[in-house]
Nanobody, 123 residues
Framework: QVQLVESGGGLVQAGGSLELSCEVL????????TGWFRETPGKEREFIAS????????YNQDSEKDRFTISREIKGNTLHLQMTALKPEDTALYYC????????????????WGRGTQVTVSA
């Protein structure tokens, strides 16, 4: 059974930075595709970025990939999302997700989800 535990969310002023982490339990991170999504009230869950088991990375082409960087720490079995130059519109509940298959940006293709960590960016 795979469990995902997010941490690192919080309140930050616009222009600030945050790093989210997701500890993967029950399976090695490099045997999974792992990724980040975010959700705001009234909107569909949005794909941000993912890392394939092989290490390949994909970002949402419409996302702020110049401000967000996904990475993983194999030794610590942890996924990270470094966010810089944050904007109020980045306010959302951020989810870590994992799947046994190849890299994907589709929410429905992920097998495991964390509970989410709230990021709030004040103006």
């Amino acid at each position: 059974q795979v469990q995902l535990v997010e941490s690192g969310g919080g309140l930050v002023q616009a222009g600030g930075s945050l790093e989210l982490s997701c500890e993967v339990l029950g399976r090695t991170i490099n045997s999974l595709t792992t990724g980040w999504f975010r959700e705001t009230p009234g909107k569909e869950r949005e794909f941000i970025a993912s890392i394939a088991w092989s290490g390949g990375i994909t970002y949402n082409q419409d996302s702020e990939k110049d401000r967000f960087t996904i990475s993983r720490e194999i030794k610590g079995n942890t996924l990270h999302l470094q966010m810089t130059a944050l904007k109020p519109e980045d306010t959302a509940l951020y989810y870590c997700a994992a799947r046994r298959g190849p890299i994907s940006s589709r929410e429905g293709e992920y097998d495991y989800w964390g509970r989410g960590t709230q990021v709030t960016v004040s103006a």
